[in-house]
């Protein structure tokens, strides 16, 4: 009833367009016309299906191409999201979904030309969240294109299961890295239409949706699809360690047979996700951030497969403070336990006998940093670096009224071209990245900017994003206490 609620509701509001929309740019795609608007001096389409509905027979199946329609798409209006509960900062889109969801955003400065393109790959743990942001960014005005995409959450885009494995030649899960893959493909037979070209694509994300930017610097089948690369907080896994596709399967099945649960209304399957956990994840809360090695998308460890292939500019950060269990006493001894193992007492030691920076926050909270974000972005850093990709690598510490800064704060200051301490633009070094492949090269709203020097694993340096000052640093700063973790 909700995807028929929500596909009632589109075709309201396009029956009800104003005169400015109906008269707005049509750009013609693979699967028919589109008809987007004007906005702040841009065009901007949403909602473009790049893949088919995946209803019913296609649940858990890889992306189908979209079926072409015959009247002009109004692609001016915002799409639904995927399908997700709500936890708080998702409202919006979890009082607004559909099934039918893969779609993709698209804001240009022109429909002419060969403008470097940018693809946005949300975040929200894998399980919620949309492509809202980069149709409304001030992006384009650096003469790039900016493509947001959305792709199958939670159960929906990540359930291995025995069953699924006989269907898809021995290996499942990782179907919302399919539609990632299907989206690129999309961009690189369309983009030019749009104005862009195809063989300047660089992809980007924040959270989980840098580590699915991550895990397709290692996809085979991604290679080619795109040319750069940023990832903002987030690494393949976590700094968990990678799940096997056995053990993958032994939960999907706890579920019963595929063919009952491919009828089962979606809000169940939501409901479902509650109980999708396991002890490596605690629970629920990272089970999507766990990686599975499936067999198909990921061949094998997205640390062999990325040191296998073609160098990429990379840009890698993280936030001074992620998030982490602000806790002491007993639960700290947990939290520890759970990251340090037989080294907790070790680990604990070190962190409180470390003279620490105040603006890392208490020893729960630097716990959680260091080993979900920070140390596995090093070790990333580290084996693009040897393996012959150039990096930079950033860390970002501006707090909203002087507090400490937060996981994902940094989004507003590149989409919305904020300045951090000394004035520094974050956007002219993103933009630059797609540009010229180096974050130093010339954007069209250039700014007075530091240079950024390339990470080298033996002498390591990163910029420093503050709030008074931005300036290069000596990199590394957790590395004394990462080794008492070895997750990639």
Not at 150 to 174: C, D, I, K, M, V
Request: proline share 7%; glycine share 12%; aromatic share 8%.
């Amino acid at each position: 009833m909700r995807v028929r609620l929500a596909a009632a509701a589109l075709l309201l509001a396009a029956s009800a367009l104003p005169a400015a929309a109906q008269d707005g740019p049509i750009v013609t795609v693979s699967g028919g016309e589109v008809r987007g608007a004007e906005q702040d001096g841009a065009l901007v389409f949403r909602g473009i299906p790049y893949a088919a509905p995946p209803l019913r027979e296609l649940r858990w199946k890889p992306p189908r191409p979209a079926p072409a329609w015959n009247a002009v798409r109004d692609a001016a209006e915002r799409a639904p999201a995927c399908p997700q509960t709500s936890e708080g900062w998702n409202e919006t889109e979890a009082a607004r979904w559909s099934e039918d969801c893969l779609t993709l955003d698209i804001r240009t400065p022109s429909l002419e030309g060969k403008l470097p393109v940018m693809v946005w790959i949300h975040g929200g743990s894998n399980r919620a969240g949309s492509s809202d942001g980069p149709a409304d960014s001030d992006m384009s005005a650096q003469g790039v294109i900016h493509v947001g995409m959305q792709y199958r959450l939670g159960l929906l885009g990540f359930l291995s299961h025995p069953e699924l494995t006989a269907e898809g030649g021995g290996a499942s899960g990782n179907y919302a890295l399919m539609d990632q893959v299907a989206a690129l493909e999309w961009v690189r037979e369309n983009i030019a239409h749009f104005g862009g070209d195809p063989a300047n694509v660089t992809i980007y994300g924040e959270s989980a949706g840098s580590q699915n930017v991550s895990l397709l610097l290692a996809a085979p089948s991604a290679q080619g699809l795109f040319h750069k690369a940023i990832l903002q907080s987030g690494t393949p896994g976590f700094g968990l360690a990678f799940r096997p596709l056995a053990d993958a399967e032994a939960m999907g099945e706890a579920f019963g047979p595929v063919a009952d649960l491919r009828t089962q209304p979606v809000e169940d399957l939501l409901a479902l996700q509650a109980e999708f956990g396991e002890p490596a994840t605690r629970g629920a809360g990272m089970t999507f951030l766990r990686t599975t090695v499936d067999g198909n998308v990921l061949p094998d460890t997205p640390d062999r497969l990325i040191a296998a292939n073609a160098p990429k500019p990379v840009i890698i950060g993280t936030d001074k403070v992620e998030f982490g269990n602000d806790v002491q006493g007993a639960a700290l001894e947990e939290e520890a336990g759970f990251w340090f193992g037989k080294r907790t007492a070790e680990a604990l030691a070190a962190y409180r006998s470390e003279i620490a920076d105040p603006r890392r926050g208490s020893i729960g909270l630097r716990i959680g940093s260091d080993a979900v974000f920070h140390c596995p972005a090093d070790r990333l850093a580290d084996l693009l670096a040897e393996s012959g990709w150039p990096v930079w690598r950033y860390e970002f510490d501006v707090g909203e009224d002087g507090g400490l800064t937060r996981h994902a704060y940094e989004i507003g200051f590149i989409f919305e071209r904020k300045p951090v301490g000394g004035g520094i633009q974050m956007q002219d070094y993103w933009a630059a990245l797609a540009i010229a492949g180096d974050p130093n090269a010339e954007t069209a709203l250039d700014g007075e900017r530091p240079k950024w020097q390339r990470w080298s694993p033996a002498e390591p340096r990163q910029m420093a994003f503050g709030e008074d000052v931005s300036s290069m640093e000596a990199g590394g700063p957790r590395a004394p206490l990462c080794h008492f973790t070895e997750n990639f």
